[in-house]
């Protein structure tokens, strides 16, 4: 598979919510070319949004990882980081698979879609605030076609902030914290969570219990605001 066939972004969202070849960040557009030049059959691009177009739960990690998303175009895939994600997505039903294993698995996400808050890999996982902010262009398109009484699950402050910007939701009387949500407009709802990294889960900061007890709260949101719309 090439790797602009791996970098197709759901078909149902505006194409300007992801640009295969964007460099508008200078240092790590210079960055990815380093590394492809280190690993040529890494992916090595903007990483697309992963799964439904058009889902209810919309997932908002930080960036790729070097081994992980950015070696197989797909979010939270290749790496550690995904183990956690896509094993509970599994376990609540928007997975058709409990593992990610690479693009072109048949692995499909049901009614749920991974996207990050900065799409190409930062040297030491750390993207500048500016880097941050510019990619956030392409977060708000993409959040721009929540469906009404969406749930969003921010992975880490750096994310919670970034949806927060994408939204045009004031940062006062939101702050990040894990297990918290927020009500924002149009019935959808921002949920936090300590992101699902090694360090976090090794460390125990993030157990699968804790990650689990966020999952029932989103799925509570969602069947509420299910309920909802059809009495409506
Ligand atoms: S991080 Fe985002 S804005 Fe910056 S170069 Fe990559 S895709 Fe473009």
New binding site residues.
Partial sequence: MTRRAIALAPASLPAAA??FS????AR??GF?DTVRGDHPGYFCH?VPPFGDGKARLVIVGL?PGKHGANATGRPFTGDYAGILLYGTLFDFGFGSEPESLGAGDSLRLVDARITNA???L?PDNK?LPA?IR??N??LAVELATLPEGAAVLALGRIAHDAVLRALKVPSRGHAFKHGASHALDRGVRLFDSYHCSRYNTNTGRLTAAMFKRVFRDIERHLNRERSRAHTA
Wanted: neutral net charge; charged residues 30%; contains cysteine.
């Fill in positions: 992801y640009d964007c460099r508008r960040c790590l557009a990815l903007p960036a900065v799409k190409c930062p993207p880097e510019e990619c262009a392409y």
